[in-house]
């Protein structure tokens, strides 16, 4: 089992960056494939950014892509979301989630953190 914890959330500009970090503890990291996720109020959860375990295959939905880049460090057993551009669409509880298989979908990750709020005034 992994436990993950979010942190780097909060109330940002339109068009402002945030970075986002998920702090795994518990079994090995290194063997996660791990994932970002995101709702918002009244939506259901949504794929945002997943990477490999080896942190070389990254996957981005389309209403991110260039704009958030996602990354880990094994040694450090963290996850990253590095959010530039910032929309008042992307307001939402962003979630790491971790998994044995790389998955888009919420149902397909084995764990997941309590989330961090990301705000985004216009």
């Known amino acids: 089992q992994v436990q993950l914890v979010e942190s780097g959330g909060g109330l940002v500009q339109a068009g402002g960056s945030l970075r986002l970090s998920c702090a795994a503890s518990g079994r090995t990291f290194s063997s996660y494939n791990m994932g970002w996720f995101r709702q918002a109020p009244g939506k259901e959860r949504e794929f945002v950014a997943r990477?490999?375990?080896?942190?070389?295959?990254?996957d981005y939905a389309d209403s991110v892509k260039g704009r958030f880049t996602i990354s880990r460090d094994n040694a450090k057993n963290t996850l990253y979301l590095q959010m530039n551009s910032l929309k008042p669409e992307d307001t939402a509880v962003y979630y790491c989630?971790?998994?044995?298989?790389?998955?888009?979908?919420?149902?397909?990750?084995?764990?997941w953190g309590k989330g961090t709020l990301v705000t985004v005034s216009s």
């Open positions: 990477i490999s375990w080896s942190g070389i295959s990254t």
């Open positions: 989630a971790a998994g044995a298989y790389s998955s888009s979908r919420p149902g397909g990750m084995d764990y």
